[in-house]
């Protein structure tokens, strides 16, 4: 081989490296720029589901919203864990993230219409996608070892039987599309706990949660927050402002801010325990707390538009004061598989107690139904509450430690 051709191996090997075997990811490494913006083109369809949830706010569309975005979020998980676990930022990992893109814009196209007659074009937009992860999947199996060979193969025989089933749900009646993608939803979790709770010691260690993996759904939390702020703006946007829609659609930004305070206070940026229930937990959990974020920021959007009303609509009352419930809970519910859940009792087991008597609070608040900016003034109070007892603790803390 000449010297040349050495040259253009090295460099082919630099750019198109095969993807890192099982247990190798770096533990702290740092989310970089590509997992970002494909995770803002994630959130895109995010804002895709929100805005038809906006526009049919009743139960039968937040039941619709729901199949909707547990697809959107497996799928995102789905790619999140294999970049941490087999990919690296050359042209192959940029090549693999491209891929996905360009899947994932006619998909979030057709998010409108995936209840409807033309709900087919989506189910097909998402079979492809799972498919596509699927392939990832198997090419990063290749090089398993024979204690990852069988959750390999279960893994992507898995992704690729959703990618089938969808493909095969665009041939279905419409009405029938949305039960069956709930089915596909619930089994494809019970499939990933299943093969996460039979995970051998090896497997434990190498899904463990990085550094990389919490800073990222910490930054989709971010991103999906922002989505609350763009209710709000549609809500004004959409309505002649005055001073009572404005007063409501500020007051629903600080809401906003304090769910924002009240995860990264409490679990944001914060490593779990390695073991293997905690890695599930954490990991699933996520899922409606990103749901309940996402369905705030639509019901924000009915919150401006009846800022005059005596009292706020049936059904954004729930889903807001449901959305903030259930941040509260999940919130709390992720505290349980922190380090600090077992070194810092005096703080988190009050602070659990607090969180569900607020969570409660929150949702005889939404059977109430006051006027919006009443409502919108009681959950920023009841935010307020947990944070206020945090702080409370950790002062008193610091004076006994003094003494």
């Not at 990063?140 to 095969?168: D, I, N, P, Q």
Request: with cysteine.
């Amino acid at each position: 081989m000449t010297s040349r051709q050495q040259n253009w191996a090295r460099i082919r090997r630099q750019l198109w490296r095969p993807p890192r075997a099982h247990g190798e990811q770096p533990q702290h490494r740092v989310v970089g720029p590509l997992e970002l913006f494909y995770d803002l083109i994630v959130v895109v369809l995010v804002a895709q589901a929100a805005h038809h949830l906006a526009d049919h706010l009743t139960w039968h569309g937040l039941g619709e919203f729901a199949v909707v975005f547990a697809l959107v979020w497996i799928a995102w998980l789905n790619g999140t864990l294999h970049h941490d676990l087999h990919g690296h930022d050359d042209a192959r990992g940029r090549s693999l993230f491209l891929v996905q893109i360009l899947v994932l814009v006619p998909l979030g196209a057709f998010i409108p219409e995936a209840g409807g007659e033309d709900g087919g074009h989506f189910a097909i937009a998402a079979g492809v996608l799972f498919a596509v992860l699927a392939l990832l999947w198997l090419l990063s199996s290749r090089g398993s070892t024979a204690e990852f060979r069988k959750s390999s193969r279960l893994y992507v025989t898995g992704t690729a039987a959703c990618a089938v089933v969808l493909v095969a749900s665009a041939f279905l009646p419409a009405d029938a599309r949305m039960p069956t993608w709930g089915l596909l939803v619930v089994a494809y979790l019970v499939g990933f706990t299943a093969v996460t709770v039979a995970a051998v010691p090896a497997q434990v260690t190498a899904l463990a949660i990085t550094d990389a993996l919490t800073e990222r759904f910490g930054l989709f939390i971010i991103i999906v927050l922002g989505e609350t702020v763009t209710g709000v703006v549609n809500g004004l946007a959409g309505e002649p402002t005055s001073a009572m829609s404005l007063a409501v659609g500020l007051v629903a930004v600080v809401v906003g801010f304090g769910v924002w305070w009240t995860y990264f206070d409490f679990v944001g940026h914060r490593r779990p325990r390695r073991a293997r229930w905690v890695t599930l937990q954490w990991m699933l959990t996520h899922l409606p707390l990103t749901a309940a974020l996402t369905a705030m920021g639509a019901a924000m959007v009915g919150l401006v538009e009846h800022a005059h009303d005596s009292r706020t609509p049936v059904a954004t009352a729930w889903v807001l004061c449901g959305g903030v419930a259930v941040v509260l809970l999940t919130t709390m519910f992720l505290t349980t598989g922190l380090e600090a859940w077992q070194h810092d009792r005096e703080l988190y087991r009050p602070l659990a107690r607090t969180c569900l008597v607020v969570a409660l609070a929150a949702v005889a608040l939404g059977a109430v139904r006051p006027a919006p900016l009443v409502l919108g003034l009681a959950l920023v109070v009841l935010l307020g509450i947990p944070w206020g007892l945090a702080v409370a603790r950790r002062l008193a803390r610091d004076e006994t430690a003094t003494l």
